[in-house]
């Protein structure tokens, strides 16, 4: 029912910098507004992760292993939730997909490829 469409991955080198966008195209603004939006990732080999999530009043929560490099925003008029990164390291290669929820659904974008190289 819901789509999320991620884009702005890629390969970079380490100490890098890329963000991510994902929008719901077809989701009405006032439903927007209802979902806390999140960005996972998935390494091979490792389970996926909450990398970071906005919830509508725009409160924000990171993992530790990005606080500081990687920023979450959202645009609800718009419909988009971003995710700016800096200081990319090897070990932030991943499969990075997109997350909206509330207290009744989940929904998962396709994912885009982070890679970051020595």
């Known amino acids: 029912q819901v789509q999320l469409l991620e884009s702005g991955g890629g390969l970079v080198q380490a100490g890098g910098s890329l963000r991510l966008s994902c929008r719901s195209p077809r989701m009405i603004t006032s439903v927007f507004w209802t979902y806390t939006m999140g960005w996972f990732r998935q390494a091979p080999g490792k389970q996926r992760e909450l990398v970071a999530k906005?919830?509508?009043?725009?409160?924000?929560i990171y993992a530790d292993s990005v606080k500081g490099r990687f920023t979450i925003s959202r645009d609800n008029s718009r419909k988009t939730v971003n995710l700016q990164m800096s200081s990319l390291r090897p070990e932030d290669t991943a499969v990075y997909y997109c997350?909206?929820?509330?207290?009744?659904?989940?929904?998962w974008g396709q994912g885009t490829q982070v890679t970051v190289g020595q």
């Open positions: 997350n909206a929820a509330t207290t009744t659904a989940e929904h």
């Open positions: 906005i919830a509508s009043d725009g409160g924000t």
